[in-house]
Each structure stands twice: as C-alpha cells, then as structure tokens.
Antibody, heavy 119, light 110 residues
Framework: QVQLVESGGGVVQPARSLRLSCAAS????????MHWVRQGPGKGLEWVAF????????YYADSVKGRFIISRDNSRNTVDLHMSSLTAADTAAYYC????????????WGQGTLVTVSS | QSALIQPASVSGSPGQSIAISCTGT?????????VSWYQQHPGKAPKIMIY???NRPSGVPDRFSGSKSGNTASLTISGLQAEDEADYYC??????????FGGGTKLTVL
C-alpha cells in the first residue's frame, strides 16, 4: 500500500531554516510527481510546491517562492522541502502528497509534520 | 493568488442531497478541467473524492459526484450519511502552473 511518511517538523525561530523530508513506499516513486501542501492551525489547505517525476520541473506558491526549495532523490524514494527565512505565517502541518499522474490532483497524502515558527 | 471561493458551511439531513460550490476564474476553474475535491475529517489527512471535475477514484461511493459550469465547480453528495460530516475542499490547477484550494466547507449532517 502507498505510504508517505513525513519527518523534520518542530519548533524553529523566525528567520531560521528547516528541512522536511518525506519517505515514500508502496509504489514506483520515480514515476510520480510529488507535492507539498500545508495547513495552518484551524485553517484551510494551501498548496506549497510541486516537483516532476525526474526533478526537472519545479513550481512554487508565491508565498514561498525564493524561500523554499523542493528536491527529490529517486534512489532513496524521498522528497524534501528546504525552508528558509521562516516566519510565523509558515506555521502549519506540512503534508507530503503524491500527484495523480497527469490528472493535476493529489491522490495520496501523508499524515503531516507540524512546523511551528516561534521565538 | 486568491483562494477559490466556497461557502463556509452547508448542512443536510440523512438521506438528503447537498451541493457545495467552488468559484474561481477563467485562469483556473474556467480554463481547465483540472478540478478536484477532497474530504477531511478532524485530525486526519485529506482524501481525494473527485478528480478532473467528474471522476471518482476507486472506493469512493457513487453518492459523490462533480460538475462544472463556467468558472464554478460543484460537489454533490446524495443520500447523505452521518459519516459524510467533514470539511470539503476544492482545488484547481491554474494558468500560472500552480494549484489553488478553496477555503473549505464544513458539512454538518443534522
């Protein structure tokens, strides 16, 4: 079965950096694009970033462009999100999400890892 | 990039039908058939219910259906059941190569 397990969340001070990682299993990772989606406390979903199956194409939400970098390692079945210049507005649960191939939607979600930006 | 517009809440009695709307622009919903819907129970990760406007993934009951007209998409749930009570989010791909979500709709089964 498809499993996506996020790690790396925690409490971080404003302006600092943090790296999230997602370990994928139960499917052929190298054939699927991946996303990160976040959800602030008591708030709705916000798409954050996309990476194509081979890592050659990356898209970002305006709110994180220039601060966040998405990457993947198809040999290790992992996708990372490097976050820098963090602010309180980045406080959220971050979900690793599999792309439903060529359907522009999100078919499998991890359980999320919580990032809290606070001094 | 503003979020897609959804009603904050809808409600219905068991067995009834409800519809949740999701309004965007010609740069997202109106320009593509890349609209999807997600169900989220409290404390849980979202679950895909509809993709490409009208398609149901395997395992999703046929009580759930999707449609689109112009810049507005809709999710209809017929024969409401208690377990349908949850938050529902729409999503669309956009002309900027990004994805937008709606603000979410809380469905209450009375």
């Amino acid at each position: 079965q498809v499993q996506l397990v996020e790690s790396g969340g925690g409490v971080v001070q404003p302006a600092r950096s943090l790296r999230l990682s997602c370990a994928a299993s139960g499917f052929t990772f190298r054939t699927h694009a991946m996303h990160w989606v976040r959800q602030g406390p008591g708030k709705g979903l916000e798409w954050v970033a996309f990476i194509s199956w081979d890592g050659s194409v990356k898209y970002y939400a305006d709110s994180v462009k220039g601060r966040f970098i998405i990457s993947r390692d198809n040999s290790r079945n992992t996708v990372d999100l490097h976050m820098s210049s963090l602010t309180a507005a980045d406080t959220a649960a971050y979900y690793c999400v599999r792309d439903l191939s060529e359907k522009y939607s999100f078919d499998y979600w991890g359980q999320g890892t919580l990032v809290t930006v606070s001094s | 990039q503003s979020a897609l517009i959804q009603p904050a809440s809808v409600s219905g009695s068991p067995g009834q039908s409800i519809a949740i709307s999701c309004t965007g622009t010609s740069n997202d919903i109106g320009g593509y058939n890349h609209v999807s819907w997600y169900q989220q129970h409290p404390g849980k990760a979202p679950k895909i219910m509809i993709y490409e406007v009208i398609n149901r993934p395997s395992g999703v009951p046929d009580r759930f259906s999707g449609s689109k007209s112009g810049n507005t998409a809709s999710l209809t749930i017929s024969g409401l059941q208690a377990e349908d009570e949850a938050d529902y989010y729409c999503s669309s791909f956009t002309s900027s190569n990004t994805w937008l979500f709606g603000g979410g709709t809380k469905l209450t089964v009375l």
